[in-house]
Every structure is written in C-alpha cells, then in structure tokens.
C-alpha cells in the first residue's frame, strides 16, 4: 500500500508522513475516489499510521497487524459495500464514542465505507 500510495496518492502519503512525524493526526479524514481506488485498504492502512509504533506502519508492528487482522479493539468498520447501513448501526457507533479506549494508546478510528450508486445531484 505504501508503493501504491506514494505513487498515485502522493499529497495524500506526504500528509500521513507529516502527521506522524508531527504526532498529530486530523481528527476526520474524508477518502472519496472512484470505484476502482481501494478507498477501504488506504483507511485501514491510515489506521495503521495513527497507530503504529514506529515511524511508519509496518508488518512486524503488533498493532498493525491487529487491524490488518480485524482484531484491533478500537478500530470499528461499518462496511456498507455490500449492504445498507442501519441507522443502528450508527447509533452504537456513536455510544463507543463515548467509551473509554481499550487499547494502550488511547487512539479510537472508526471507518465507514460507503459505495453511492445511483445518486441524482440537481
């Protein structure tokens, strides 16, 4: 990801880059491209960048490898690739927000990833 990213997504890399180094991430961050742009891998891969230890994400990094396996306590996906999301859905997500970190490092991300298909803009 990060080859894909410093190639086609230079501004967006060097952004993340500088965070870190700053230590201080934006508190959003809006992802939108085509559909053909892995928007849901370049998340989790910013995820791992807020997170990760060093000074880039890595695969020997232990909580880099929590949320590349989905078991990183404080990183919520509300995916509606492939369904629709429930107001619900929201509504816990929302409570968690609420909650005290489970991971060491105090850092919640939550992503939500929304296909639009047929939206009219008049």
Known sequence: ??????????VFYNTLLNSKKRGKFPQ???L????DIPLLEIAKYSACWI???????????L???KINNGNYADLIVIDGKNQTIKKGE?????????????EDNAKRIYIINLICKN????
């Open 28 to 30: 959003a961050i809006l």
């Open 119 to 122: 939206i009219d803009i008049f």
């Open 1 to 10: 990801m990060k080859e894909y990213l410093s190639k086609y997504q230079n």
């Open 63 to 65: 909580k880099c490898i």
């Open 90 to 102: 929201i509504e816990k997500m929302q409570e968690r927000f609420s909650l005290s970190s489970v």
């Open 32 to 35: 939108n491209g085509s559909k």
């Open 51 to 61: 997170v990760c230890d060093g000074d880039e994400p890595s695969e020997d990094d």
